[in-house]
């Protein structure tokens, strides 16, 4: 399997109009700078967590990268092809290649179709599979690869009979019937109680091994991707600030405000009286940027020089950057 | 390993589940024996009517207005004819114009809601303006002219009801279509590659074909009552005489002054038959397909039943005390009630921040809403008891909680503070609210600055006083909820999951000011949350809770040390560890169980890895393990 | 400053729909089938001549409009026609000066006909609809509050009825039953009144007054009722009622201070889009109690062929429930400070 990116992204912005200004006002424009200049690779099988908190831009990130939003600048490339801005027909074809796994399992299922209705849809909707044999028996291995086993007890029921977790699976195994090489997962657990959180975990490690697929998780729980993530992109306001793999970004971060998150993810360990980094104040509306550095007003060790500029990306070590003036040295 | 589904049997077909759902329904039901009464009525008409209404042969002056008689069982009318031939005749009229004219704007209202919800934009801007200006035009004044400019036939009514019938049916289905249409599934069909076609069809139409069946049983009543309206006013098709054109003639000629009441009320009461038999069926259906929940938090509680298990005064010093607490859920069916909460005691000293940790479902909520007596209608606390500063919270009435303990001893911070904050007060009032409520002899001016006072506790500044919750962001509106809580200085605060779907940060910034105040205040805090990780923080002691019983109950270090109840290890190990992060995540397999059909023995034997056979036939006692450390497990049994 | 913005825009966008009103009633009198003028004369033994008079009286005899070849492709009329010199200018001229032509029936200035109705009507409507408001919201409320016992019960089943009941139905059996118990069979004051002291002109206004507002209440009151409870459910199940409940607060507070205002809201909507349809209400119920206002009005130019009243009661009416739904709006947004500008 060749070692090549397999999907770059490139600069990637997309900014929303803040509420139209009226007929006789001469304020100029204001934008929501949802997303603003994210750039990363992923290579086959490779998983990617994408971690941050609401209003770092992540949920426009997959909305973009799945095509269901246009960027306003940027480039999004799939195997070396430019896929940025599709015709509907190539979009259309696009998505056999990268599917989603949405965060609620509650709201993601059609309460009026069957699971085997559920399932059976992005055949029908890319005509795939001959006969109706043959997309039952696709039906069938995407069910049993997503954990619903034996699938014969599922096809008739109907989601409100099924538990979020199983919900979930359904989810995914509408997502693998098309057999996407890249699988984009929004919070796919954050949903669930505690205790089954690790089955759907555990089901996209294994499907990363036995189907070939490359993960991006998104997450605000860095807690949950310790587990399987191969890197770690760390985002705030839209942007990345640190980026390497997951030993790297759990063990030796970096910014500020990784080092700030991980000190407040909980440990189940009363002995352990670590060292909490609390920031203060929410994250600041994407409309109105901070000068400078973003993170320069809740960071604990920000300086006087970090609202000035804007940090660039630092080599931390060959897979690791960081974006932090104090890093530039 | 398999995953177990959650229902047992034969799941019922769409039918036999809407026979069933109707046979509840008496409303529905009697609606539609009403509709389908009239309609075979209309039906058969020819056949029932004993004279034939055309013929004038047999008629003479002698024969107007005729009482009721065997021959004529509703009389006759100003013409001599008889009012029951009339009657049956006449309801074919009302109904058809009544079903055509429905047809016709159920048809136009349906589609133009659905074009303006789904596309959007330009399309939706253009729809909706037309609907609102034919809205507010009062559509009688308008039909009357129209009609009276051109032929009063029958097509033309029909036509003319149709076509102002629609304005309603548009707007509702337009704000379902929008409803439906930001709905996850039809983003998750999108990412499919599915296109507008295939999502109006598969995912558009299916959720709002439900309200557009109302709406349209809503509108044939409509269009019955403006033809009868238009006819009465004279503007009927007089070669198709309906109910309305009966009450035409009569009133017009003289049935008042002859007390002929018989040619007034039949016709009258045929309307209404019709209309109110679909207006009981339109009910009846949106009881059906769009449930409202059955209970109020104003309802009525349930009496507390006399305990038998426990003490009859406090029997340690502690600040809130509860002993052997049961509560159950009761319903009108006869069905064995869901047993939430069973024999669950625990303490509570002052200072002290006791975390309750369980799984959705698992009773806690239910707990906290019985210490301060806010079950719902149907829940009821069967056994045990509450005590809380010595007195006994479970034997005090409405009014002595209300005074002496809601908010002023013991508040409660909500889960989901968005609802929990009423939308249309401002922050600032609510909070002013219960001080002026709790502390009467506090002096008005001060109020607002003591409310000021309380959002600074919590880190809000004084000009989000005056601002409506709306207006306030997710950690905002948790922290002005404590702020709330802190109001009339109460010594125990229930927070119930305070900081479930918050940012982690945000999350952290909480705990830490829970922590803070419960030093500064001298507060007790019950911390209610299924995120074991979140408890080891800042708790003392922790209960561990499943299936509405008490798993382990012990301080914070014994709980994470040295578990001793199998569900406390489970749990502890499905929960991701940070310092540890290549170690494989393990879950706990199965279901909580349902709590009106528990198993028998202990209630985690099904999902147990180390149960056996005692487990399933027997439920485990809570034994005592150290002075303050208690487990239910059969496995952790001292031997005498 | 925003909310300026808000008062602007439905302005306009009712002032916009009194246009529309306006362009529609001239043309729907022109271009329905039936010239007014020969309809509008009842005598046929007239002669041409007389009628040429009359034509050229009411204005019929000029151009119905120019042909607007600078707005449209489409042509209406001839393009050589002064468009000042159409009947659709003069008749917008005239509304301007507040002049709604002359009644074919009665000779007279039809704004003179129906001032009076006018009032009239907004009295019947007015009294009619704050009963009906006053009593379907404590109605609901009761019900709501007592909800699945048999006062919800039997709320629910007198509302359902009162509104499956045709409003003319309900007058007629009124009127029946009034009669015999000594109402008057109908206008608005016993023939003679003025002649007597202002305080049993009073009495007697208030004794005609009571059937027809009576009819209109039921009608409307069980409506309202109805929607008041169901928006009262709605709100009492909400998670802010639980937690004025372990504030503490009576549940008299908790209705009076936080399930009030909440469930109301959705009423005000619902009785601003009722505007129309109430006056449709009023109608019936002016016909069959020969009540002199808007409503009869159109009932008897209906009868009597009388256009230029039916014309002049039709916009009158429209043009007033406009504004009526304008003000309830208006207050909506008021009332809910949720409501955003556009």
Not at chain 2, 225 to 254: C, H, I, K, V
Not at chain 3, 12 to 30: K, S
Not at chain 3, 96 to 124: A, H, M, Q
Not at chain 3, 298 to 323: N, T
Request: charged share 20%; hydrophobic share 45%; net charge neutral.
């Amino acid at each position: 399997m060749s070692k090549e990116h397999f999907l770059e992204v490139q600069g990637l912005k997309k900014y929303f109009e803040a509420g139209r200004p009226g007929l006789f006002s001469r304020a100029a424009p204001r934008y929501v700078h949802a997303v603003d200049g994210v750039s990363f690779t992923l290579r086959h099988s490779e998983v990617i967590a994408l971690v941050g908190e609401s209003g770092c831009g992540k949920t426009t990130l997959s909305l973009l990268l799945m095509g269901l939003e246009d960027s306003t600048e940027g480039t999004i490339s799939f195997e070396g092809r430019d896929i940025t801005h599709l015709s509907d027909k190539d979009r259309k074809a696009m998505r056999r290649k990268i599917q989603m796994v949405f965060q609620d399992p509650y709201e993601s299922l059609n309460p009026t179709q069957t699971i085997e209705e559920i399932v059976n849809e992005p055949l029908v909707v890319h005509r795939i599979g001959a006969d109706k044999k043959e997309r039952d028996e696709r039906v069938k291995k995407a069910m049993e690869d997503a954990g619903l086993k034996p699938a014969e007890i599922y096809l008739d029921r109907y989601p409100h009979e099924l538990s979020g977790g199983q919900r979930q699976r359904v989810v995914i195994a509408a997502a693998l019937v098309l057999e996407p090489e890249i699988l984009l997962a929004d919070e796919p657990v954050s949903m669930l109680d505690v205790s089954i959180r690790a089955e759907i975990i555990n089901l996209l490690a294994e499907l990363r091994i036995t189907r070939q697929i490359a993960v991006i998780f998104i997450t605000h729980d860095l807690g949950s991707v310790g587990f399987f993530a191969d890197r770690v992109a760390v985002m705030y306001l839209g942007r990345i600030v640190e980026i390497g793999t997951m030993l790297d970004v759990l063990e030796k971060p970096q910014h500020p405000y990784t080092k700030a998150l991980i000190s407040v993810i909980p440990v189940p360990n009363p002995r352990l009286r670590r060292e909490r980094i609390i920031l203060q104040g929410e994250t600041p509306n994407p409309i109105d940027l901070p000068s400078g550095c973003r993170f320069h007003p809740r960071c604990p060790v920000a300086m006087a020089f970090c609202k000035d500029s804007d940090p660039p990306f630092v080599a931390v070590s060959k897979t690791h950057q960081a974006a932090c003036l104090l890093l530039v040295k | 390993m398999a995953v177990q589904i959650t229902t047992k049997v034969n799941p019922p077909n769409r039918f036999e589940k809407f026979w069933v759902t109707m046979r509840g329904n008496p409303i529905g039901l009697t609606g539609l024996v009403m509709l389908v009464s009239i309609i075979l009525i209309a039906i058969f008409a020819p056949v029932i009517a004993p004279h034939q209404y055309y013929t004038s042969g047999d008629v003479s002056s002698s024969d107007i207005y005729n009482a009721p008689s065997s021959t004529h069982i509703f009389g006759t009318d100003d013409a001599g004819k008889d009012v029951f031939s009339e009657f049956v005749t006449g309801a074919r009229v009302s109904l058809i114009v009544g079903f055509f004219a429905a047809f016709i704007s159920v048809a136009i209202g349906g589609l133009t809601g659905i074009v303006a919800g789904f596309f959007g934009g330009r399309v939706e801007n253009v729809l909706m303006r037309l609907t609102d200006i034919m809205l507010v035009i009062p559509d009688l004044p308008l039909m009357v002219v129209i009609i009276a400019l051109t032929k009063p036939s029958l097509l033309n009514i029909i036509f003319v009801i149709g076509i102002f019938g629609w304005t309603t049916t548009a707007r509702i289905v337009r704000s379902q279509t929008l409803a439906v249409k930001s709905r996850k599934f039809v983003l998750r069909a999108r990412a499919i590659g599915a296109g507008n076609f295939h999502i109006i069809r598969h995912h558009i139409l299916p959720l709002v074909l439900p309200i557009l069946v109302v709406q349209a049983v809503l509108t044939v009543s409509y269009a019955i009552l403006e033809e009868s309206t238009l006819s009465f006013l004279g503007l009927g098709d007089p070669t198709a005489p309906s109910w309305g054109q009966m009450l035409n003639f009569a009133f017009s000629r003289g049935a008042m002054s002859t007390g002929a009441w018989w040619a007034l009320v039949v016709p009258g009461l045929g309307i209404v038959w019709v209309v109110l038999g679909l207006t009981l069926f339109g009910q009846g259906l949106e009881k059906v397909l769009n449930p409202r929940l059955a209970t109020h938090h104003l309802m009525p509680g349930r009496p507390v039943l006399a305990a038998k298990s426990g003490t009859s005064v406090q029997a340690k010093k502690a600040l809130l005390e509860v002993q052997n607490l049961s509560i159950h859920y009761v319903n009108d069916e006869g069905k064995p009630p869901a047993r939430a909460v069973e024999n669950v005691s625990f303490t509570l000293e002052r200072g002290e921040l006791i975390g309750l940790v369980g799984e959705s479902g698992c009773g806690k909520t239910t707990m906290m809403l019985a210490l301060l007596r806010l079950l719902p209608a149907a829940g009821q606390i069967v056994d045990g008891r509450v005590f809380f500063n010595g007195k006994e919270l479970t034997a005090l009435s409405e009014e002595e909680m209300n005074d002496k303990v809601r908010w002023s001893g013991i508040s409660i911070v909500f889960q989901g503070a968005m609802n929990a904050l009423n939308p249309v007060r401002t922050v600032g009032e609510q909070i002013a609210e219960a001080i002026i409520k709790h502390i009467e002899e506090f002096p008005r001016d001060q109020v607002q600055t003591r409310v000021v006072e309380l959002l600074d506790l919590v880190g809000i500044t004084a000009d989000q006083k005056d601002n409506y919750p709306h207006q306030y962001s997710g950690g905002m509106r948790q922290r002005a909820m404590i702020a709330m809580a802190l109001a009339c200085n109460p010594q125990v605060i229930i927070a119930d999951e305070p900081t479930t779907a918050l940012d982690v940060m945000i999350q952290a910034q909480i705990l830490e000011l829970l922590d803070s105040l419960r030093k500064k205040l001298g507060l007790a805090i019950i911390f209610v949350t299924h995120d074991l990780g979140v408890v080891a923080e800042i708790c003392d002691r922790v209960l561990v809770m499943y299936g509405g019983v008490t798993a382990e109950y012990a301080d914070v270090d014994t709980i994470y040390n040295q578990p001793s109840h199998p569900y406390t290890q489970e749990l502890i190990k499905a929960f991701p560890d940070l310092t540890k992060p290549k170690k494989k995540l393990s879950s706990i397999p199965g279901y909580p169980p349902q709590l009106d059909d528990l198993p028998a023995g202990c209630r985690f034997a099904p999902r147990c890895p180390s149960a056996f056979a005692r487990c399933h036939i027997e439920q485990p006692t809570l034994h005592k393990l150290g002075d303050t450390h208690l487990a239910s497990c059969h496995l952790v049994e001292v031997p005498k | 400053m925003k909310r300026w913005r808000l008062i602007f825009k439905r302005l306009g966008w009712a002032l916009a729909t009194i246009l529309f009103v306006v362009v529609l009633n001239f043309f729907l009198f022109r271009i329905m089938p039936g010239d007014p003028a020969r309809q509008g004369i009842r005598d046929p033994r007239l002669t041409p001549a007389s009628i040429a008079a009359i034509r050229v009286r009411f204005g019929l005899d000029k151009p119905v409009i120019n042909c607007f070849q600078s707005l449209n492709p489409v042509k209406l009329g001839d393009c050589n026609v002064n468009p000042l010199d159409t009947q659709f200018f003069i008749y917008g001229r005239n509304l301007l000066k507040g002049d709604l032509g002359i009644s074919f029936y009665f000779n007279r200035p039809v704004t003179e006909i129906l001032r009076e109705r006018f009032w009239n009507t907004v009295l019947l409507i007015g009294l009619g609809q704050i009963l009906a408001i006053m009593l379907g919201v404590v109605f609901g409320l009761f019900a709501a509050w007592k909800a699945r016992t048999a006062v919800d019960y039997s709320a629910l089943i007198s509302g359902l009825v009162a509104w499956s009941l045709p409003t003319f139905w309900l007058a007629i059996i009124l009127l029946f039953w009034g009669t015999s118990v000594g109402f008057p069979i109908g206008g608005k004051a016993t023939p003679g009144m003025s002649s007597y002291p202002l305080s049993q002109q009073f009495g007697d206004l208030l004794h005609h007054l009571f059937l027809p507002t009576l009819a209109y209440t039921i009608i409307y009151m069980g409506e309202y009722m109805l929607i008041m409870r169901s928006s009262l459910l709605d709100v009492l199940a909400e998670d802010y009622i639980l937690a004025a409940k372990a504030k503490g607060l009576s549940v008299f507070q908790i209705l009076k201070d936080h399930a009030l205002k909440n469930a109301m809201l959705p009423l005000v909507t619902i009785i601003a889009i009722n505007l129309g349809f109430t006056v449709a209400g009023a109608v019936q119920i002016e016909t069959v109690f020969s009540w002199p206002g808007l409503g009869g009005a159109i009932f008897e130019s209906v009868a009597r062929k009388d256009y230029p009243v039916l014309q002049g009661a039709f916009l009158l009416i429209a043009v007033s429930v406009i504004i009526a739904n304008l003000l309830a709006d208006l207050t909506y947004s008021y009332l809910d400070p949720r409501v955003q500008v556009d």
